[in-house]
């Protein structure tokens, strides 16, 4: 047999491109394990505040938080956290629509708000006294060579590694899943996400809304300190039309779509705006490689579950890795990569598909149709256990997936 040469390069066990919210959630989840694993973020995060908060903003299921807990990030974030105990959807042509209580669920709340930065910078404060996790930032990879016994990685820096596995966790346009030549499917909504904090003339109450216009969903989730963040998703020209108006012109359409919601809006910060796409990598792993989050699928930002899928991802990847470990399998082998793969899939694609099926539902204008929605909503939320069900569901608590890695 042709023996390999040497790998070049200081070994690690773990390499993970991308330092966002999913690859921290890797490293933290591996974090007692003692792999030495390094983490390559390009820049540190930068918040886009908008009335004090920052304006992307993350609602992480119940499901999630229980996660959150267990491997220890919760305890920096529970007092920073909006908390959501109900939730109304309802369609911009019908009256009516459907509540979502926690307690329906025998749960305090279905989820919490989190800003991205505070969700980032707790992961980090979590991982910092972890001696074994290196996370180098600003820093880039300047080249990657897959070898049939492991990795090597180049830095930007000049350093050099090698290890058994890579992890892409460099989201939607994933540098790292270019290098390893994988296609994406793709569909462009051909819409823009307006984010922004605003202010309502009454308390939310822990309460989110969400309205499918004719024009797309509009979320209003509740923040700390009485404010509200919302997720106003716009075809291009709707949306650009409306990043154009003043605060006051702004504050005026939201009013006329919320329609009353928390007494109307009567504030409203700073907003920006990212395209919507939904993505789905024709391979989440290669030997040698694995991408998690937004790097292997993202997804229209309706139902708030794009980094929830991400966080579900690190964690199975993780309790793969350490299993591997245990029984002396190299974790970077596609059999160990494919068990990932299978767990992650089911999941990935029903969420995918229920966006999918969401969007098209509330897009179609017809007369018959809106009736019909309508109807079918009235009669989900008279449902009991179906609809108990679809909540245990969308909020994450029924997920088979590892809690703490053993
Ligand atoms: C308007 C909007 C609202 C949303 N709301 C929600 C919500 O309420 N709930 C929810 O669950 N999801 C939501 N999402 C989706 C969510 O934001 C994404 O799913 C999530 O950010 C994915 O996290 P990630 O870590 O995989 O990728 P990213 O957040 O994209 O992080 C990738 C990281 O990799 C780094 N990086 C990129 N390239 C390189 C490279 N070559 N080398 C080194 N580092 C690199 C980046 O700097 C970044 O830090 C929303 C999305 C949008 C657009």
């Given at each position: 047999m042709?023996?390999?040469?040497?790998?070049?390069?200081?070994?690690?066990?773990?390499?993970?491109?991308?330092?966002?919210?999913?690859?921290?959630?890797?490293?933290?989840?591996?974090?007692?394990?003692?792999?030495?694993?390094?983490?390559?973020?390009?820049?540190?995060?930068?918040?886009?505040?908008?009335?004090?908060?920052?304006?992307?903003?993350?609602?992480?299921?119940?499901?999630?938080?229980?996660?959150?807990?267990?491997?220890?990030?919760?305890?920096?974030?529970?007092?920073?956290?909006g908390?959501?105990?109900?939730?109304?959807?309802?369609?911009?042509?019908?009256?009516?629509?459907?509540?979502?209580?926690?307690?329906?669920?025998?749960?305090?709340?279905?989820?919490?708000?989190?800003?991205?930065?505070?969700l980032?910078?707790?992961?980090?404060?979590?991982?910092?006294?972890?001696?074994?996790?290196?996370?180098?930032?600003?820093?880039?990879?300047?080249?990657?060579?897959?070898?049939?016994?492991?990795?090597?990685?180049?830095?930007?820096?000049?350093?050099?590694?090698?290890?058994?596995?890579?992890?892409?966790?460099?989201?939607?346009?994933?540098?790292?899943?270019?290098?390893?030549?994988?296609?994406?499917?793709?569909?462009?909504?051909?819409?823009?996400?307006?984010?922004?904090?605003?202010?309502?003339?009454?308390p939310?109450?822990?309460?989110?809304?969400?309205?499918?216009?004719?024009?797309?969903?509009?979320?209003?989730?509740?923040?700390?300190?009485?404010?509200?963040?919302?997720v106003w998703?716009?075809?291009?020209?709707?949306?650009?039309?409306?990043l154009?108006?003043?605060?006051?012109?702004?504050?005026?359409?939201?009013?006329?779509?919320?329609?009353?919601?928390?007494?109307?809006?009567?504030?409203?910060?700073k907003?920006a705006?990212?395209?919507?796409?939904?993505?789905?990598?024709?391979?989440?792993?290669?030997?040698?490689?694995?991408?998690?989050?937004?790097?292997?699928?993202?997804?229209?930002?309706?139902?708030?579950?794009?980094?929830?899928l991400?966080?579900?991802?690190?964690?199975?990847?993780?309790?793969?890795?350490?299993?591997?470990?245990?029984?002396?399998?190299?974790?970077?082998?596609?059999?160990?990569?494919?068990?990932?793969?299978?767990?992650?899939?089911?999941?990935?694609?029903?969420?995918?598909?229920?966006?999918?099926?969401?969007?098209?539902?509330?897009?179609?204008?017809?007369?018959?149709?809106?009736?019909?929605?309508?109807?079918?909503?009235?009669?989900?939320?008279?449902?009991?256990?179906?609809?108990?069900?679809?909540?245990?569901?969308?909020?994450?608590?029924?997920?088979?997936?590892?809690?703490?890695?053993?």
């Open positions: 042709k023996q390999q040469k040497a790998l070049q390069g200081e070994y690690v066990d773990l390499i993970i491109v991308g330092g966002g919210m999913v690859g921290l959630m890797l490293a933290v989840a591996l974090r007692h394990t003692g792999l030495h694993i390094v983490v390559i973020e390009r820049a540190e995060y930068q918040p886009m505040m908008s009335m004090g908060l920052d304006c992307r903003v993350s609602a992480i299921v119940q499901g999630n938080v229980n996660i959150l807990k267990s491997v220890g990030v919760w305890q920096y974030l529970q007092d920073k956290a908390l959501m105990t109900s939730m109304r959807i309802w369609d911009g042509q019908e009256q009516g629509g459907i509540r979502y209580e926690a307690a329906e669920i025998g749960e305090d709340k279905l989820g919490v708000l989190v800003e991205n930065a505070t980032i910078q707790a992961l980090q404060d979590t991982l910092k006294e972890s001696e074994n996790i290196e996370l180098l930032c600003p820093e880039s990879v300047a080249s990657v060579l897959w070898k049939r016994d492991g990795v090597e990685v180049a830095l930007e820096s000049g350093q050099t590694f090698n290890t058994p596995l890579i992890v892409g966790a460099d989201g939607g346009r994933s540098w790292l899943r270019e290098q390893a030549d994988i296609d994406v499917f793709s569909r462009d909504y051909a819409q823009k996400g307006i984010v922004a904090t605003v202010k309502s003339r009454f939310h109450q822990n309460a989110a809304t969400q309205r499918f216009l004719d024009t797309g969903p509009l979320a209003l989730l509740p923040m700390q300190g009485d404010r509200c963040s919302i998703s716009a075809s291009n020209e709707r949306a650009d039309e409306l154009a108006l003043s605060d006051e012109g702004f504050m005026d359409e939201l009013n006329l779509e919320v329609g009353g919601v928390f007494g109307g809006i009567v504030e409203v910060g907003r705006a990212f395209p919507l796409q939904a993505q789905l990598a024709r391979h989440i792993v290669r030997p040698r490689l694995a991408l998690i989050g937004d790097a292997a699928h993202s997804i229209h930002p309706l139902a708030g579950l794009g980094v929830n991400g966080l579900r991802d690190a964690m199975v990847l993780a309790q793969e890795i350490v299993d591997a470990r245990k029984f002396g399998e190299d974790w970077g082998d596609i059999d160990v990569l494919s068990r990932y793969m299978k767990q992650r899939i089911p999941d990935v694609l029903m969420t995918m598909a229920s966006m999918e099926a969401l969007h098209r539902t509330f897009k179609v204008q017809l007369p018959m149709w809106i009736k019909l929605r309508g109807l079918g909503m009235k009669a989900l939320g008279n449902a009991g256990i179906v609809k108990q069900l679809l909540m245990k569901n969308a909020t994450g608590i029924n997920m088979p997936v590892p809690h703490t890695i053993e």
